[in-house]
């Protein structure tokens, strides 16, 4: 014989103590967001590690310059903008989606010669692409991007050119991230007296685009004479894929030599 259970029902009184302690209990208990994978979207940076310095953003002016060439940069420069290219990344590398424009070049200028060029090419700017000069008519793009490459003039550092790569959300990105050196004054071996040695300035990574760290830390507090650190010693976001190999050396610290007996005659 086939029974059935009476659907359980609530009083008015009870229906509200019921909903009361839910809703207590949504309040007491939030989401818990720290727990999130950090191998997995989206990303975010994380304690301890670098993370741009919202101090130094800045939006990039751009103006769209209709072709290219020798004597279109040559009138670009006279004219004070450095001629610029805007990539869309496909597959990791630089591909479709290309704009042609026009920076101006006491922009470009400032931005390298404050933050340094390794460290220019490894933090992510907002570009803003107008129909007319100094950010002014119609706003043609808005696009955060990532500066790919920076050429300078060799007597002067006035900048020549600039490849911009858009950075999306999705973007993974090769970057040559630069490394900051740190702790020396505790470092054993440098106050024993020995050299530090600068094997390595940048390590390439790809990164997603949203974690793009401005530079690595790289602690020297506990290194002696004759040790080194490798390129698998680095702490970053575990998000991020080391593109050289691991067993590189970044830098060492080397004993001071001792002098050369004088021979006897």
């Known amino acids: 014989m086939l029974l059935r259970r009476p659907l359980q029902t609530f009083t008015l009184p009870l229906l509200r103590r019921h909903l009361s302690a839910a809703a207590a209990e ?16 989206p990303y975010d940076y994380l304690p301890g590690h670098p993370r741009p310095n919202p101090k130094h953003d800045e939006v990039i002016l751009a103006v769209p310059r209709v072709s290219s060439g020798r004597h279109v940069a040559a009138k670009e420069r006279k004219a004070g903008r450095v001629p610029a290219i805007i990539f869309e990344q496909e597959n990791g590398q630089e591909g479709g989606n ?26 992510l700017f907002r ?5 007319e000069h100094a950010g002014q ?37 090769k ?6 050196f740190i702790g020396e004054d505790a470092s054993p071996g440098l106050r024993k007296g020995a050299y530090f040695n600068t094997i390595k300035r940048t390590v390439k990574y790809l990164c997603p ?21 490798l390129m698998r010693d680095l702490k970053v976001h575990p998000a991020l894929k080391l593109l050289q190999s691991p067993d590189q050396p970044i830098c060492s610290i080397i004993g001071s030599r001792a002098p050369e007996q004088k021979k006897g005659k």
């Open 209 to 229: 685009a949203d974690i793009v760290p401005p530079y690595i830390e790289v602690d020297l507090s506990e290194l002696d004479v004759g040790q080194k650190l």
């Open 26 to 41: 949504a309040v007491v208990s939030p989401p818990d967001h720290h727990g999130a994978d950090p191998l997995s979207p």
């Open 127 to 131: 570009l803003q692409v107008w129909s």
């Open 175 to 180: 970057i040559d991230v630069p490394l900051m």
């Open 137 to 173: 008519g119609e706003l043609v793009e808005s696009v955060r991007v990532l500066p790919r490459k920076v050429h300078l003039h060799a007597g002067n550092d006035e900048p020549l050119n600039v490849t911009f790569m858009r950075a999306p959300s999705s973007a993974l990105l």
């Open 98 to 123: 290309k704009r042609l424009v026009s920076v101006q070049s006491k922009q470009i200028r400032k931005l390298v010669d404050h933050l340094g060029r390794s460290f220019f090419l490894s933090r």
